[in-house]
């Protein structure tokens, strides 16, 4: 299904690889406007660069979602350009994985500060025009680590777990303006995700993992395009995904 996509604008946040950046192709394959936030200016300059080449709309904005400022121009960026902004995904996030005994206070700050607060700065910069649009949607990442802890990552599936409930909260308010909520959790995803791990034989053994179960990032990309392209009176409030061979 991919009807219900054609001229609408995304706001992306983490465009600049992984899901973000496969999402970006994706949605704009299919007529969607998008607009790229990241850090990696020049990643999300020639993401945008490309998509434009091949007939699509886009436009990057350099973001980091831990400054609420930044995101705020980065939809409004989407609005001064497209005129609206319809879909907002919240996806920027990383996993430093490691034992709470390392203590890895940076790590964790870092963690709490992209994985929640970032999704908070993404509802902020989004609601008050979606309130006003009267409709819009709000797509939040979470990940399977926010239904299942393990030892390693306790501080990951907590912000993720957050989200979950974040993602309730915001649904059951938001009905009054028709807007739609949506929580994605994949699995294990052939991204950068692992890179973030500061740990070097926690990190070695997610590389192994992710070596041998992560499937493309393509599968998040479809799992977006299927909430999104839903008539307007569906609303797709979670999907969980995972590779067919992964347990956990
Ligand atoms: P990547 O590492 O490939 O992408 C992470 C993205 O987040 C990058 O674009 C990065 O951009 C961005 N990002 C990180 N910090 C910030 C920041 N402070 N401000 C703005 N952007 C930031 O990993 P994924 O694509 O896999 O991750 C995307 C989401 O998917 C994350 O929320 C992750 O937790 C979730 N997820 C991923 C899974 C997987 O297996 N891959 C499984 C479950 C959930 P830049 O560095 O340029 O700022």
Same mark, same amino acid.
Request: hydrophobic share 40%.
């Given at each position: /299904?991919?009807?219900n996509? @054609?001229?609408?604008?995304?706001?992306? =946040?983490?465009?600049?690889?992984?899901?973000?950046e &496969?999402?970006?192709r994706?949605?704009?394959?299919?007529?969607?406007?998008v607009?790229?936030?990241?850090?990696r200016?020049?990643?999300?300059?020639?993401l945008?660069? @490309?998509?434009?080449?091949?007939?699509?709309?886009?436009? &990057?904005?350099?973001?980091?979602?831990? $400054?609420y400022?930044?995101?705020?121009?980065?939809?409004d960026?989407?609005?001064?350009?497209?005129?609206?902004?319809d879909?907002?995904?919240? *996806?920027?996030?990383l996993?430093?994985?490691?034992?709470? @005994?390392?203590?890895?206070?940076?790590d964790?700050?870092?963690?709490?500060?992209? *994985?929640?607060?970032?999704?908070?700065?993404?509802?902020a #910069?989004?609601?008050?025009?979606?309130?006003?649009?009267?409709?819009?949607?709000?797509?939040?990442?979470?990940?399977? #680590?926010?239904?299942?802890? $393990?030892?390693?990552s306790?501080?990951?599936?907590? =912000?993720?777990?957050?989200?979950? /409930?974040?993602?309730?909260?915001?649904?059951? @308010?938001?009905?009054?303006?028709?807007?739609r909520?949506?929580?994605?959790?994949?699995?294990a995803?052939?991204t950068?995700l692992?890179?973030s791990?500061?740990?070097?034989?926690?990190?070695?053994?997610?590389?192994?993992?992710?070596? &041998?179960?992560?499937i493309?990032?393509?599968s %998040?990309? $479809? =799992?977006?395009?299927?909430a999104?392209?839903?008539p307007?009176?569906?609303?797709? *409030?979670?999907?969980? %995904?995972?590779p067919?061979?992964?347990?956990?």
């Amino acid at each position: /299904m991919s009807g219900n996509i @054609e001229g609408k604008v995304v706001v992306i =946040t983490g465009a600049s690889s992984g899901l973000g950046e &496969a999402t970006a192709r994706h949605l704009c394959a299919q007529g969607a406007s998008v607009v790229l936030g990241a850090r990696r200016v020049d990643r999300i300059q020639s993401l945008a660069d @490309e998509l434009i080449r091949g007939g699509g709309k886009a436009v &990057a904005v350099g973001t980091d979602v831990t $400054r609420y400022d930044e995101v705020k121009r980065l939809v409004d960026t989407a609005v001064q350009t497209f005129g609206r902004v319809d879909v907002m995904i919240n *996806n920027a996030g990383l996993m430093p994985h490691s034992p709470l @005994e390392r203590l890895k206070i940076e790590d964790w700050n870092r963690t709490i500060d992209v *994985n929640i607060k970032g999704v908070l700065y993404g509802i902020a #910069a989004a609601l008050p025009y979606m309130k006003q649009q009267k409709g819009g949607h709000i797509i939040n990442v979470s990940s399977v #680590a926010g239904h299942k802890v $393990r030892p390693g990552s306790a501080v990951y599936a907590a =912000t993720k777990s957050a989200v979950l /409930m974040l993602s309730e909260g915001l649904r059951q @308010e938001v009905k009054p303006y028709d807007i739609r909520t949506t929580v994605i959790s994949p699995g294990a995803v052939d991204t950068e995700l692992p890179d973030s791990i500061t740990e070097p034989d926690v990190a070695d053994n997610i590389h192994k993992f992710y070596q &041998a179960y992560a499937i493309p990032a393509e599968s %998040f990309a $479809r =799992t977006v395009s299927f909430a999104i392209s839903q008539p307007p009176e569906v609303d797709v *409030n979670e999907i969980l %995904f995972r590779p067919t061979r992964q347990e956990l």
